[in-house]
T-cell receptor, first 115, second 114 residues
Framework: SQTIHQWPATLVQPVGSPLSLECTVEGTSNPNLYWYRQAAGRGLQLLFYSVGIGQISSEVPQNLSASRPQDRQFILSSKKLLLSDSGFYLC??????????????FGSGTRLTVV | AQSVTQPDIHITVSEGASLELRCNYSYGATPYLFWYVQSPGQGLQLLLKYFSGDTLVQGIKGFEAEFKRSQSSFNLRKPSVHWSDAAEYFCAVGARGSQGNLIFGKGTKLSVKP
């Protein structure tokens, strides 16, 4: 069965420090991968998605970047965190088949607090 | 482009009462439709999905949703709410025939009174 792992679960980082959040998927190949952010009361904001190794699409210009060094690994990074980067970050994957979106499976999330 | 509206930001119901959470979408054809639930501090869990066929869809935890094309709606229902149903609920829509991403509503927070 497919599983998605996201870590760390919680993170407290000072302003200006770097960030690296990792997400890995098991039990599937060639998934679409996504990074979302939830800020309080603002719903889900799509940050990045990837349809293959090295293929990253950015939805929102910001202080963050994403990389996909392996088929089932998706990394969210920042060189210098801002206070506004605080939030709940969710990784998700979906089956990549032509013409049908079967929905997303989400990781358990990372609570990031920038102080 | 598709869009999703969840008109209710916060709903409170008594335990044992029935529940209906509203979801309206905008899309030129029949979309893929989903409901997700999120408990505090957790990721989103898929409750149910509609692709085609029977417009009444059964999901996990006793939830169901009905697709109404004429109203562009996909409302989530449960006949008797349990305290453990307190969570945030998200409706999502996906376009057919493409690798387009899901579009999520802003969510409805459900509180359950004992």
């Amino acid at each position: 069965s497919q599983t998605i792992h996201q870590w760390p679960a919680t993170l407290v980082q000072p302003v200006g420090s770097p960030l690296s959040l990792e997400c890995t998927v098991e039990g599937t190949s060639n998934p679409n991968l996504y990074w979302y952010r939830q800020a309080a009361g603002r719903g889900l904001q799509l940050l990045f998605y990837s349809v293959g190794i090295g293929q990253i699409s950015s939805e929102v210009p910001q202080n963050l970047s994403a990389s996909r060094p392996q088929d089932r690994q998706f990394i969210l990074s920042s060189k210098k965190l801002l206070l506004s980067d605080s939030g709940f970050y969710l990784c998700a994957w979906s089956v990549r088949t032509g013409g049908v979106n079967y929905g997303y499976t989400f990781g358990s999330g990372t609570r990031l607090t920038v102080v | 482009a598709q869009s999703v509206t969840q008109p209710d930001i916060h709903i409170t119901v008594s335990e044992g009462a029935s529940l209906e959470l509203r979801c309206n979408y905008s899309y030129g054809a029949t979309p893929y439709l989903f409901w997700y639930v999120q408990s505090p501090g957790q990721g989103l869990q898929l409750l149910l999905k509609y692709f085609s066929g029977d417009t009444l869809v059964q999901g996990i935890k006793g939830f169901e949703a009905e697709f109404k094309r004429s109203q562009s709606s996909f409302n989530l229902r449960k006949p008797s709410v349990h305290w453990s149903d307190a969570a945030e609920y998200f409706c999502a829509v996906g376009a057919r025939g493409s690798q387009g991403n899901l579009i999520f509503g802003k969510g409805t927070k459900l509180s359950v009174k004992p």
